[in-house]
């Protein structure tokens, strides 16, 4: 698509969700699937990878640093791994496109590899902090640089060697704990993170099923450098923040009865069912196993009319991605949802306190952003034209409030949808959603 076409969204108002249903992949376990596939000894078979575009650029990425790559053939991804010292130096920079967890994880995994590397990305990415991962990184003796302003372009110098650190995250942030993770695996040492609140735990949950010992202690994660990781089967969860907006959908459209399949419920991605239950959502777990070391259910949605809450800050970390979903049941709910300990959401793809707030506002709602959250009155939701900012998860949160305005909502800049959830309005059709894509320029 040329940089000036916008491919808009138009849902008509209305309808409701039936239907049985699986989402794509988990982004999250994608990117990770690829990064230790790489790096282990041995052929790495997985299933269930998402064929988005994010975790395609980790995958392309890594053909660039010379490993071999078969797939994604029907979510079906072969590495031929190089082992923990195998990866070449690239022609030219490594673009990462719009993912910050490529960036952000490969600058880690690259620190210690003794190699030149530039990593690159999008506008939003090249806008989003890279401070948060570099300092800690040049505390273990890495080198590298961003611009002036703590962004991206990052340029990756080789060093000698990297040594462990003991470090405690200003931010509760998955991100940041598995790109140190990662760099410890070639440090000189024992690395050890120290988490203020529980966060997405898939790297040290793959590390431990490729052979990795990962060790945890309350809030404390280490690894030691020096090990290898041995090759394995790997079947990636549906994802539950691509689920969580039909889990949205469902509930806040009267008529609705679905089920999501094979959904990935780790405890530190589950925020969005405990939120919407404590809201008075209808959600059933079903089927609970475990796949590979990570916990997967079918889910059951059905409607149910929603009250407003104080969201609970614990649940924060745990939901972090899914805020913009949870805003609209938010809108939906009767009397005032109000959240707080969120500032993180101002710099993900997009500031999600603002470019909700300013959509909601358009849809009437009575919303008021704060610098750590939002807080949001329920009531009608009235049509209207609302702009994701490229922001996929915007966009696809806007898509379901149809659902319940008076209005058609029309989307603007949702090309990135295709980011994390590909099929997105083919899947949202069947489901029921009275949804189609133009291109304008
Ligand atoms: C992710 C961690 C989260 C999340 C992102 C994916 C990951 O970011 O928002 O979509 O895969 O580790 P932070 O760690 O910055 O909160």
Do not use: W
């Not at 079906?76 to 195998?86: A, F, K, L, R, S």
């Not at 949950?205 to 030691?224: E, K, Q």
């Not at 750590?372 to 609302?386: C, E, K, N, T, Y």
């Amino acid at each position: 698509m040329s940089l000036t076409e916008n491919l808009v969204f138009h849902v008509q108002p209305g309808g409701c969700l039936k239907g049985t249903f699986r989402v794509p992949g988990d982004k999250s376990i994608s990117h990770r699937s690829i990064m230790l596939g790489s790096l282990a000894e041995g052929i790495t078979h997985i299933t269930g990878f998402l064929e988005g575009e994010d975790s395609l650029a980790t995958l392309e990425a890594f053909q660039s640093l010379g490993v071999s790559i078969k797939g994604p053939v029907n979510s079906e991804v072969t590495i031929e791994g190089v082992g923990m010292h195998g990866l070449k130096a690239p022609d030219a920079p490594l673009d990462l496109g719009n993912s910050g967890t490529s960036m952000r994880l490969l600058s880690g995994l690259l620190a210690g590899q003794g190699l030149d590397i530039t990593l690159v990305g999008d506008s939003s990415l090249s806008g989003r902090p890279m401070r948060r991962v570099t300092e800690p990184l040049r505390l273990m003796g890495a080198q590298v640089e961003t611009t002036g302003q703590g962004t991206a372009p990052l340029v990756i110098h080789p060093v000698k060697r990297l040594k462990a650190i003991n470090y405690e995250l200003p931010v509760a942030s998955a991100q940041i704990k598995s790109c140190l993770l990662l760099a410890g695996l070639y440090a000189e040492g024992e690395t050890t993170v120290s988490e203020p609140a529980p966060t997405r735990d898939h790297t040290e949950r793959m590390l431990n099923g490729f052979g990795y010992r990962v060790r945890r202690d309350a809030n404390r994660i280490s690894v030691s450098g020096g090990g290898k990781l041995t090759a394995c089967d790997i079947d990636v969860p549906a994802d539950i923040s691509s689920a969580a907006f039909f889990l949205v959908g469902a509930t806040i459209s009267p008529g609705s009865d679905i089920v999501l399949e094979h959904v990935g419920i780790n405890p530190t991605r589950d925020g969005v069912i405990n939120i919407l239950r404590l809201m008075g959502a209808d959600i059933e777990i079903l089927n609970r196993r475990d796949v590979g070391g990570e916990p997967v259910a079918d889910l059951r949605v059905r409607s149910a009319p929603l009250h407003g809450i104080d969201i609970p800050e614990d649940q924060v970390p745990l939901a972090i991605d899914e805020f913009p979903a949870l805003f609209i049941a938010a809108a939906c709910a009767e009397g005032v949802t109000r959240l707080t300990g969120a500032e993180e959401l101002r710099v993900k793809e997009s500031d999600r306190i603002q470019v909700m707030a300013d959509g909601l506002a358009i849809l009437g709602a009575d919303v008021t952003p704060t610098p750590d959250g939002i807080v949001i009155q329920g009531g009608p939701l009235a049509g209207g034209r609302v702009n994701s900012h490229g922001d996929h998860r915007i966009a696809m949160s806007f898509a379901m409030a149809a659902l319940r305005a008076q209005g058609e909502i029309v989307i603007d800049d949702c090309s990135n949808v295709n980011t994390s959830f590909p099929g997105f309005i083919g899947l949202a059709r069947d489901a029921g959603l009275t949804i189609s894509a133009s291109e304008e320029n």
